[in-house]
Every structure is written in structure tokens, then in C-alpha cells.
Antibody, heavy 125, light 111 residues
């Protein structure tokens, strides 16, 4: 059974950066795709991007392109999401999730089956 | 406003069958698999249906998914009080570099 444990809540000022980590256990990162999803208060999920730790391929949502970087350390089983130039609209809960399907265009996702507990990021001056 | 359109709410009585629709376009639902998630307040979403109709291990057969053209549906039969949650459809979109999209969500209430 795959388990994901995320880092703790963060409070940041506008313009700053935040880096959230996601420790995966129960399966090697090399056989999973890692996705990040943001959920603003009272809103639905918003896909941020995905990473295939095996080959480093990344896919970013257009609205976050240029501000988000996804990385993973397969040795420690930890994935990271860094979001820069934060603004108030970036406040929300950030989740990591795993997919045993493929990531790239044309690949077949098998859905985001395992999720982390979420990390609350608050952007406020 | 989401590219995927879901009704904001749905309701039913215990034991009843309800369906939740998800409407998209040729570049998303019309070309790719649909996924469904359930989310209880304060918790992470949970995968209910993948690849249009498949249930992950542990998801009861009360939940079923279907797709036709540019629309998809999630059916919940034998409605229970603990089915009260928010339900989201999700799909990749070929016109958005295969980005994943989520619908706006449907709040299910058990009367």
C-alpha cells in the first residue's frame, strides 16, 4: 500500500517561494508518476503538474508554467514541488498524488490513487 | 469557470440511485479517459472510477461510470448517508498539452 506524507503548513509573503515535500513509501518512485493538485478554499481541485521520477519527464499546467518546478529524489523516495513568485491566489491546500499509469501525452493514466494529507500554503502580506 | 461542467448539486433518499453528469468537449472527454473522485470535507480526494468505467480495488460496485461522446456520468446506486460528499470528474485535454482538468464538482446530499 502506497503512503504519502507531506511537509507541514507554510506561511509566505507575496513574491516569495515555497517548497513542499512528499515522502512516498510502499512503492518505488521509479514505478510511479507523482502529481500535484491545489485546492483553494471552497473550490475544486486544480491540477498543478506531474513528474515521472524514472526519466525526469515533467508536465506542467499552463497556468503554473514558469513558476512551478517538480523534482524527485528516488533514493529517498521524496518528491518536491516548488512554486515561485507567490501571490494571494496561490493560497490553498496542495496535495501530492501517485499514478501507476503513464505521464506523457498519449500515456494512459490509471488515476490518482494514493494521496498525501495535504499541505496548507497561506500567502499573505 | 471549469472547462468540464458538472451540476453543482444532486440529492436523493437512502437506497435511491442518482447520477452525476460531466460535460466537456471533443478535446477532453471526447478523446480521453474520464476519472471520478469523491472528497469528504477536510480530506484528500479519493479515486472512485478510472478509465471511464473501472473501479479501483475496494470501491464498491454501487459506483459505476460511463461515457458517451463528450459527456460522462457517475452513477451511485443504493445511496447511503455516508455518500454525502463532493464528487469531481477529471480528464486530460489534448488542446491543453495533455493537462489534467477537474470539473467544478457536484455536492451530493442524502435527504
Amino acid at each position: 500500500q502506497v503512503q504519502l506524507v507531506q511537509s507541514g503548513a507554510e506561511v509566505k509573503k507575496p513574491g516569495a517561494s515555497v517548497k513542499v515535500s512528499c515522502k512516498v513509501s510502499g512503492k518505488s518512485l521509479t514505478v510511479l508518476a507523482i502529481h500535484w493538485v491545489r485546492q483553494a478554499p471552497g473550490k475544486g481541485p486544480d491540477w498543478v503538474g506531474g513528474l515521472d521520477p524514472d526519466d525526469g519527464e515533467t508536465l506542467y499546467a499552463q497556468k503554473f508554467q514558469g513558476r512551478v518546478t517538480l523534482t524527485a529524489d528516488t533514493a529517498t523516495g521524496t518528491a518536491h514541488m516548488e512554486l515561485t513568485r507567490l501571490r494571494s491566489e496561490d493560497s490553498g491546500v496542495y496535495y501530492c498524488a501517485t499514478d501507476i499509469g503513464g505521464l506523457g501525452a498519449g500515456a494512459t493514466s490509471l488515476g490518482f490513487e494514493s494521496w498525501g494529507q495535504g499541505t496548507l500554503v497561506t500567502v499573505s502580506s | 469557470q471549469s472547462v468540464l461542467t458538472q451540476p453543482p448539486s444532486a440529492s436523493g433518499t437512502p437506497g435511491q440511485r442518482i447520477t452525476i453528469s460531466c460535460s466537456g468537449s471533443i478535446s477532453n472527454i471526447g478523446s480521453n479517459y474520464v476519472y471520478w473522485y469523491r472528497q469528504l470535507p477536510g480530506t484528500a480526494p479519493k479515486l472512485l472510477i478510472y478509465m471511464n468505467t473501472q473501479r479501483p480495488s475496494g470501491v464498491p460496485d454501487r459506483f459505476s461510470g460511463s461515457k458517451s461522446g463528450t459527456s460522462a456520468s457517475l452513477a451511485i446506486s443504493g445511496l447511503r448517508s455516508d455518500d454525502e460528499a463532493d464528487y469531481y470528474c477529471s480528464v486530460r485535454d489534448d488542446s491543453l498539452s495533455s493537462n489534467f482538468l477537474f470539473g467544478g464538482g457536484t455536492k451530493v446530499t442524502v435527504l
